[in-house]
């Protein structure tokens, strides 16, 4: 039964997707994608995911998307270590927390992040190039995103709202790892998998508000995920976008 | 085993999570609360959720929020008929519906009805006691969708892309439901629930979009859901909206 994740490298909702095939050592086929250059919504990838997002997660006859719902099913479909807690109650703890990454966390960090790299991304190519690019893109939400990123950006008062939103986000995080182990008790779960996949470079982009001083319980749990077998050989993949990365680490927090 | 309820009736994402309690026969006792008396953000109630955001159901020990995972619980902890698919891809489909509810469906269709409604709800009091009210509200995200819908209300661009993303669900849906009998294949399951509690009143609000005509497939699931005895024992309680739901149901598509 083949099994072959569709992603754009060790970051955010793809990375989540990385690290259960990893802690469960599923035997997949890595397809790393060009997201930058608009790979994801090129014809061949959209007749797999009419959508033209990744990650996807291709299993026998079936086609999954939603990062967080491909690992819902991982979790459920293959052997090895198990990834959610054993009871109800747990489970919905860890469900808070995945939620609270798709809905808020995440979309915080990535309107700030999308803001402060695509315009360099995209400056290569001309006006007309970019717009046939533009026109291919399958959700409307995605096509104003890569416009209004490339275009003028965000306003000021969008970026302060997102930031303030990142810093709600790490008190919350510092208050729950003050309390528990892991994010939703005693186990590791999706729910670390999903936080760190976004909280990866807190500790160096957001240097002023998480730190050993200020988020001693944070930097702790950081550590104990990044100390994982499965978490190094998934951030040993290769990651497309780290070049931009670095270079927009500067002007994340302008 | 105590069973509570805290909610603000038959609607929306209340709705939500009264229909599993319906549908599985818990035995459970109904808190329904006044949601445009702010009573949700009043200090007995952020004791037990310091969100102040309902529906929360309170299990022996264990307070949960946020329709979509009290569901999830109550599905793997009361008997009764399971409303999740018995298979890995089926529950990853249903999730698919309930995070598309989540944080595209409802919200559009929320917008929308704040945008109606707020304003006349709110209209009695002085602009003192209105101030004092949202400034108890913990999340200020919530204390934003109070402030505009009050005053001044959305903008048109706004509005105009709530109703896009409204006829882009119907779509979906009715593209779905032409393909199989429920909308995560062949039970009724938490997807069901999810989209039903939101499309309730589609048919209605609606009818230039949703009809026999246009959307026979929906049309058909919607009497189908309507007909069931879970159902109609929820859309029987009380619903404290009912007449601010009517007084703004020509306003809504305005």
């Not at 990744?54 to 939603?66: A, F, K, S, T």
């Not at 416009?147 to 303030?164: H, P, S």
Request: charged residues 20%.
């Amino acid at each position: 039964m083949p099994v072959v994740l569709y992603h754009g490298g060790a970051a955010a909702n793809s990375l989540k997707s990385l690290l259960p095939l990893f802690e469960k050592k599923v035997d997949f086929k890595s397809h790393l994608m060009a997201l930058v250059n608009f790979e994801q919504h090129e014809p061949w990838f959209t007749k797999i995911n009419p959508r033209g997002q990744v990650p996807v997660l291709v299993h026998d006859q079936y086609v999954l998307d939603e990062s967080t719902l491909i690992n819902e099913y991982v979790d459920d479909t293959f052997p090895g270590l198990p990834l959610k807690p054993s009871d109800a109650y747990g489970r919905h703890q860890m469900r808070v927390w995945t939620k609270f990454v798709d809905e808020y966390f995440c979309p915080a960090l990535s309107f700030l992040g999308w803001h402060a790299m695509i315009k360099n991304a995209v400056a290569h190519l001309s006006e007309a190039e970019f717009e046939a690019k533009v026109a291919r893109i399958p959700l409307k939400e995605q096509q104003d995103k890569w416009r209004i990123t490339a275009k003028q950006g965000y306003t000021k008062e969008q970026l302060d709202e997102w930031r303030r939103q990142v810093r709600v986000s790490i008190a919350r995080l510092e208050q729950q790892l003050g309390q528990t182990t892991w994010l939703a008790g005693d186990t590791y779960s999706l729910a670390d998998i999903a936080v760190f996949s976004m909280a990866l470079l807190l500790p160096t982009r957001w240097q002023d508000d998480v730190n050993t001083r200020t988020t001693p319980h944070f930097m702790a749990w950081h550590a104990r995920v990044s100390s994982r077998p499965a978490v190094k050989n998934a951030l040993a993949m290769p990651n497309p976008v780290a070049g931009t990365h670095e270079a927009a680490a500067k002007a994340w927090k302008t």
